[in-house]
């Protein structure tokens, strides 16, 4: 009896956290932001956990994305072209499936110029989601999670904008 009822309980757990992740979102708002390492540029490597003291965006796309394509040029406008100066915020774009030889002509030809990276067999994605993007997730000075989108919408940009004018109002205070 012992047995099955730890195996109900077990049962009980495992589909609890399968009914959190349903959205295929591995991470949440307050978890620490897990680490990975990236290139900055094809012969330069660095990790997340470099960017530690800092508030970091972070974008998950891919070129072929209609939403994807229709968030990044406000991406540039207002919050790169505004942010790109201030030493407490960094913003990275891996582009999901995709290598420098996309993502580098893809650059070039839509005018960005915020960093734009290869994450071409998904080991950064998979860090934080199973599928669906675009993806933004914003991390404070701490390494903590404090955003998460799924999708793109004008309102929840918004939304993002806010809340990176407000933390670096904050960070520039201290």
């Known amino acids: 009896m012992k047995k099955i009822i730890l195996v ?14 349903n959205d295929g979102t591995y991470t949440k708002v307050g978890d620490q932001v897990p680490n990975f390492t990236f290139q900055l540029e094809k012969a330069k490597t660095t990790s997340i956990e470099a960017y530690k003291g800092k508030l970091v965006l972070i974008n998950l ?8 394509n229709e968030e990044l040029p406000r991406a540039q406008k207002e919050i790169w072209d505004k942010y790109k100066n201030n030493k407490n915020f960094a913003f990275f774009v891996f582009g999901r499936e995709q290598g420098w030889d996309v993502l580098t002509p893809y650059k070039q030809k839509k005018g960005f110029t915020f960093p734009i990276l290869p994450d071409a067999d998904r080991a950064i994605f998979s860090k934080f989601a199973k599928q669906s993007i675009p993806r933004n997730i914003l ?12 999708g793109y919408s004008a309102d ?15 960070t520039s205070t201290k």
């Open 139 to 150: 991390v404070d000075e701490d390494g903590r999670i404090i955003y998460q989108s799924i």
């Open 8 to 21: 109900a309980i077990c049962a009980c757990f495992g589909l609890a956290a399968m009914a959190q992740h």
């Open 156 to 170: 929840e940009f918004d939304g993002l904008l806010k809340l990176i004018s407000k933390n670096l109002d904050k």
């Open 61 to 68: 796309f891919a070129t072929w994305c209609p939403p994807c």
